[in-house]
Structures are given as C-alpha cells and as structure tokens.
C-alpha cells in the first residue's frame, strides 16, 4: 500500500517532501524556511497579549498535539485515532504528580511524557501490525481501553469527575503559579522544545527512513529497514509529543477530566491536522490556532452544536481541500513561481 | 444456572445490536472499501426517528419497518452527495468525512432534541418475562435475540442464494474482474451503501425500547463496532455477525462477573485476536 493520504492529483510531491529535497524550488525555499521559523516563534510569543492567555496556551498544547500527530500521519503513513490515549494519560499523571509530591510543574509534564511513551510501546506494537484503515480502528480502539480503565480506577482518577486543582509549582516564582500570562512564557518553552524535537526527528536520516516507508514500505523492507521497527519507535515518539502537550494543556487548565481520554480528543486533534494540512508541520499550529479560536467563540456566544460547523468546515476539507489549509496555500504559491519560472526560461 | 441463562440472553441481545450494525458495517466496506465512522450516528438515528415516529402515534412494528426505509434514504443521499466523490482515493478520506458527517449529525439532534434522553416504551406484547420452568427471561431480550438472528439469516441468504447477493459477492470479491464479466458494479455502490446505513437504523430501532435514546448514544457504540469487526476481519460478513454476537456475550459476563472489567474485556479480546490472528477470525490475510 502506497502512502495512506496520497491522492492521484498530488503528483509534485507536495506530501511532507520537505525543502531539503535537491531541486530548483527546494533551494529558493531555504531563506523562506528561516522567515517561517522567526513568523512563528514571534506569533507565538506575542500571542498572549492579544488573546486570553489560557486559550493561547490551548492553542499552543493543540498545536503540539496536532504535531505529534502529523508526524505518524504525514510523514509515517499511519493515522492514529486514538491519540488521546497519551495525551490524556499525560495529563493525568503530571497531575497525579503534582498534586501528590507537589513538583515544578515541567518536572511533572516530563514524567506524564514517559508515562504516555510507555504505554505507547505495548499499543504501538500491537498496532503496527495492521496499516492503513485498520491501523485507524485499532488504534481508536486502543485508546478507549485507556480510556476505560482510567474510569475504572476512579480512586486515582478521580473518574468522572476527573483530578481537580492540580497545583503549577515552579520554583517558587509566584507569579507564574498563580498568572495565567506568566505561566505562558513558562510553559511555551516545553512546547518550542516539543516542536523542535518533530523537527529534528523529521530532518534527520532516521526521518527519511519514515518517509521512505510512507512511500513504499516493501521497498523500505527490502532495502534492509526492519519496517515495523522503525513504526514502533515512531508511534512512541510521536505519543511522547503527543504526552507533553497534553501535560501541558492540564497544567494550564489546573484539571485533567476523562474527557481529554476519550476518542473525541482523538477525532479533533486529526480534525486540526487535516484541516492545517498533512505533511507540512505548520499545518498543525494553523489548524489549532483556528479550532481552538472558533471553538472559544462559538462557546462564549452561548452557540450549541460546535460539531456542526466543525464537522461542515472539515466535511468541506476532506472534499475539496485535501491538502488543508497550509498545503493548499503552498500548493498555489508553489504553481505560481513555477508558472513565473515557465515564462522568464 | 439460571443466572447463566441470563447473562448469555442479555449478551445475545446486546450482541444482536453489534451483529446487525457490524453486518452493515461490512457489506458496506466489502463493496465500497468505505469504513463507515458515522455508523454509530446512523444507529443512534434509527433509535431517535423510533422515538420521533411514536410521538406521532406510531408504533413500534411500524417504526421497525418504516425507519430502515428513512434510513436507507438516507444512506443514498450520504453516497451520492458525499462518500461518493472519495471513492476512488486513499479509504481514510472516507473514513474522515463520515468522521465529520457524525459530528454533525450528533450535533444536530442535540439541537434539536436535548441531551437528555427520548422516553420509549417497551411495545405492546413484548413487555414482562418469558416464563420456562424456573427460569424467567425478558421477552423483549428473547425477542431481540431471535429478530436479529433471523434478519442475519435473510441477509445471509439474500447475499448466497440470490443473483443481486452473488454480484455483491463478487464485487466485494474482486471489483475489477468483476467489471471484466460485465457486472455493472457501480450501479450496485449506492443501494448497497444505503443499506448498511438501514441495517445500523433497524439496529437502532431495536435498541429504543432497550437503551436510553440520547444524541450521544451511538458514539460509543461505533468504537465497539470497529472492535467487532477487528475481530470478525473487516469485509467478512460471517466475521461481522459471529463477531458482534461473541463481543455481546464477553460485555454481558464481563459484566455479571467482573463488573470492572467489562468493557476493558472486549478491547483485550481484540488485542488477542490482533496479536494471534492479524486479519480477523474470520478475515484474510490479502484483504489489509
């Protein structure tokens, strides 16, 4: 099976082929790439002041976990739908953490990641042994286990009404304890390092090899890469990302509910990957910057039925736009310099 | 022992539901290579359309035979305006737009009717207990156990002894030799797609009298039926039905038995069947 999200029209190799690729376009991209990067850190950094600190620092954790995400699904092949599982796993064990031995909160959000990482090796193992669709179902699956079990042991969890108060101790600096906007510029620095490390696993042969086994994994194999290998190790470090926004985003929130464990989690987060565009790591925090906004309006102006537009907007997406948001921006850009480039040669 | 007996009814009903949807579920993939994620909405519309339909004063016989029809419109305007435009790419396409098509079809319904559930009442000759011997059963279970193995057996048959089965069969077979013998396939995407969508809305029909009647309802169900069909091998029809009976039966005893483990059970069978048997009890190997 060729890439799982390839479609027929999608011939220029617009599916997560990065700037690195030796061609024409590839080289004049490079300064842009530097420009994108200083955008980004800049718009994140600024964010706080022009929204309401806490929907900024959601945005930011939705952004990681659509990352982590894209990872598996762009540039592996694999659709995950059951990523909740190691963020809201995360997000329950940095408040366990926190709550009961009372640690800097980074520290917590760290062991949440090795938690979400941990149970990601048993599930990713049994997982990659289907791909495609089926990697989809059992994965989703999986996840509602998590899921379950987490309301079963309600003792720890909380159950339905989930871990209240989880308290933000860092260092003692109070303002970043008690201020929303504090806590931003101490947490986002979890999230740049977050996004760094896709980037790096993304740019870096071991992400080549992912790539190469989106693209065709019976050569892949024979080439002598062990294939499943390769995917475990992928889906673990993809639940790791996933595990850090999550810790995060129930630092931020000070709760963790079973919510952030159910398949619904699962179902946004690729409704944000999608919609931001597969492939293109920018796709995930544009599509998180535009849920999560719209999501916050849509509450706050007492509207019921935020599935509606969500489901419409990406019923829309997955019709028309499979490229998302980001991948169709760069696609037309892409033809326009071609088609400049056609004329001056 | 007669607590056996009633845990294994309780399972067989509850396993009728997953049969009928998971058999939906499975013709459809068979034909069109479409898993379904809105099978769950679709379920939950079927119970909800029920509970609309006696509020004007119909009853349940009627809904049984009047909603699967509604459904099945419903499942050939979902084909032709939507489902209709992936089919020839990748199946996660599909699988993601009835992703979103659930989200607004949950929503919907919440809209317009609540969360909080529609009443429904157990019909007229099904209520009370079946009387053997020593040992009392739900008559509606005995009567949900007993309907849905006879509406598998008619789908059975209709897919082995009939014409339209045989060429769904070898559509579902082999779509492109198929074409070859001059089998209009195409012509068969769109019935058999509306279809699957009425045996979830039949499903639901079942469940109103049985299970609260919420918006939410069916997202729960649609993460069991994957299950069902991970375990029966997705596309196998035998898979589908034997599958949704046995993950009924392992919830009811999980339940009885081990209340804290019940619905963990059904996910741990699944492990078990992914680990040992890749493709499904019933699946092949050639059909990932």
């Not at chain 2, 949900?144 to 006879?150: A, G």
């Not at chain 2, 089998?183 to 979830?200: C, D, H, K, Q, S």
């Not at chain 2, 029809?237 to 619905?263: N, R």
Request: one cysteine or more; proline letters at 3%.
């Amino acid at each position: 099976m060729t890439h799982p999200v390839k479609d027929p029209s999608n011939t220029t190799g617009t599916s997560g082929v990065d700037a690195s690729e030796p061609t024409l376009t590839g080289r004049r991209r490079g300064p842009w790439r530097w420009v994108m990067l200083a955008v980004g850190l800049f718009t994140a950094l600024a964010l706080p002041w022009f929204i309401y600190p806490p929907v900024a620092m959601d945005i930011a954790a939705w952004a990681l976990f659509a990352v982590s995400v894209d990872l598996l699904l762009g540039y592996t092949g694999l659709l995950s739908f059951g990523h909740a599982a190691f963020w809201g796993s995360s997000a329950y064990v940095t408040g366990l953490i926190a709550i009961h031995w009372g640690l800097p909160f980074p520290v917590a959000i760290l062991a949440g990641m090795l938690f979400a990482m941990a149970i990601a090796v048993p599930i990713g193992y049994l997982s990659v042994r289907r791909t495609g669709i089926y990697f989809a179902m059992v994965t989703l699956a999986f996840a509602q286990m998590i899921y379950f079990i987490a309301n079963q042991l309600s003792g720890l969890t909380g159950g339905e009404n989930g871990l209240q108060a989880i308290p933000k101790s860092f260092f003692g600096i109070e303002s970043v304890e008690t201020d929303s906007f504090s806590f931003y510029y101490a947490a986002i620095g979890l999230i740049f390092l977050g996004a760094w490390a896709a980037w790096r696993i993304i740019h870096s042969p071991f992400g080549r090899v992912l790539v190469a086994i989106r693209d065709n994994p019976a050569r892949a194999r024979a080439l002598g890469y062990d294939v499943d290998r390769y995917k475990i190790i992928a889906f673990v470090l993809s639940a790791g990302l996933a595990g850090l926004a999550g810790g995060v985003f129930a630092m931020s929130h000070g709760f963790s509910s079973l919510e952030e464990l159910n398949w619904t989690t699962s179902g946004k987060v690729v409704l944000i990957t999608v919609l931001g565009g597969i492939g293109t790591l920018w796709g995930g925090p544009l599509g998180a910057a535009i849920v999560v906004t719209l999501e916050d309006k849509l509450t706050s102006s007492g509207f019921e039925g935020t599935g509606i537009i969500l489901g419409s907007i990406f019923v829309v997406i997955v019709l028309l736009f499979r490229h998302g948001i980001w991948g169709t921006a760069r696609d037309l850009l892409q033809r326009r310099m071609a088609g400049r480039r056609d004329r001056s040669d | 022992m007669s607590a056996f007996v009633q845990y294994t009814l309780q399972g067989l009903a509850a396993g009728g539901f997953y049969a009928l949807a998971a058999l939906g579920l499975a013709v459809i993939f068979g034909v069109l290579g479409v898993v379904n994620f809105s099978h769950g909405a679709c379920y939950m519309l079927g119970a909800v359309a029920a509970a609309v339909l006696l509020d004007l004063g119909m009853h349940f016989w009627v809904a049984l035979a009047v909603v699967p029809i509604l459904l099945f419109g419903v499942g050939v305007l979902m084909e032709r305006l939507l489902v209709r435009w992936l089919l020839r790419l990748d199946p996660l396409y599909n699988f993601l737009l009835t992703f979103g098509l659930s989200l607004i079809l949950v929503d919907l319904v919440k809209r317009r009717y609540g969360v909080s559930g529609l009443p429904y009442e157990r019909p007229a000759g099904l209520e009370g207990q079946l009387h053997f011997g020593a040992l009392a059963l739900s008559t509606y279970q005995v009567f949900v156990c007993l309907f849905s193995f006879v509406i598998c057996a008619l789908v059975w048959l209709l897919l082995t002894k009939t014409r339209v089965g045989m060429i769904v069969r070898a559509s579902t077979e082999d779509a492109e030799r198929s074409r070859a013998l001059g089998i209009n396939v195409g012509r068969w995407v769109t019935p058999v797609f509306g279809f699957g969508i009425a045996l979830a809305g039949l499903a639901g029909v079942m469940a109103a009298p049985f299970r609260a009647i919420t918006a939410d309802m069916g997202s729960n169900f649609v993460i069991i039926l994957f299950a069902v069909v991970v375990i029966g091998g997705l596309g196998s029809i035998l898979g589908a039905v034997v599958a949704g009976f046995l993950v009924g039966l392992v919830e009811a005893y999980g339940q009885a038995y081990a209340p804290t483990f019940a619905q963990v059970a059904i996910f741990v069978l699944m492990a078990a069947v992914v680990l040992f048997r890749p493709a499904g009890l019933f699946g092949r190997e050639e059909t990932a």
